[in-house]
């Protein structure tokens, strides 16, 4: 006689969910929604010790769970609830037989999110940092002179390759943007300022320090990334918000 199945635990059922995940989601999603359904798992099993299984998950733990995340930003909270709300409807959809239970999650649980649209420079503000930009050859200054050309995010500027210009056709070129937030790689023409900054950032990366560089444009000469945080801060420091 064959023996039935013995159920999974909390932890080995989320790490089959996101396995069976990789096929479609790209890996920086399955990482950051693989360690909120963990720390979720770590939280359930330090509450209650007698949940070993998805199927035990009951309301009162995911009201206790509301508490203990109060503290988060409600934009942070209500994509966590969603989240882990998908991930349970999936595994019902699925029907595996250690599926969480139907109605766990209400309307009311998810926190208003207040609508905040990008604050624009002030035309003095804009002023400013033109005017230091003008004068500077630093990265950073010829990154943000990337960003006023072209209109692209922050983003997608620190992701640029270190070689970014595409031959559309003999005579055409264009920088090529790796897909990003929006999921789809762009094109932008390429102008002659455009090509002289570029340039100015090649000749900037192949000065850096010794040793295997990052696979970006955006390289100080110290040998290391520039990230979000610290063009950021010139962009503030320039126009001196």
Not at 9 to 19: V, W
Not at 92 to 113: I, K, Q
Request: net charge positive; aromatic share 8%.
């Amino acid at each position: 006689m064959k023996r039935p199945c013995k159920p999974l635990d909390l932890k080995s059922t989320f790490e089959r969910y996101f396995k069976l995940r990789e096929a479609t989601w790209k890996p920086s999603t399955i990482r950051s929604r693989r360690y909120l359904l963990l720390r979720f798992a770590r939280y359930l099993q330090c509450q209650d010790p007698h949940v070993v299984q998805c199927s035990q998950i009951r309301r009162r733990h995911v009201e206790d769970w509301f508490v203990f995340t109060k503290g988060l930003h409600p934009r942070t909270r209500s994509d966590n609830l969603q989240i882990i709300q998908q991930v349970f409807t999936d595994m019902r959809e699925w029907r595996w037989a250690d599926a969480p239970p139907a109605g766990l999650f209400h309307e009311t649980d998810f926190p208003s999110v207040p609508q905040r649209l990008p604050k624009p420079l002030s035309p003095e503000a804009d002023q400013r940092l033109q005017a230091q930009l003008e004068g500077d050859v630093s990265v950073m200054a010829l990154g943000l002179k990337i960003l006023r050309l072209t209109g692209l995010r922050s983003g997608e500027l620190l992701s640029l390759p270190p070689d970014p210009v595409h031959c559309l056709q003999p005579g055409q070129y264009a920088i090529r943007v790796p897909p990003g937030k929006t999921n789809t790689e762009r094109l932008f023409p390429l102008t002659p300022p455009l090509q002289n900054i570029i340039t100015q950032l090649q000749q900037r990366r192949g000065c850096s320090a010794q040793g295997e560089l990052p696979p970006f444009l955006m390289v100080m000469e110290q040998g290391h990334r520039v990230n979000m945080w610290t063009l950021r801060r010139y962009m503030k420091r320039a126009a001196r918000l």
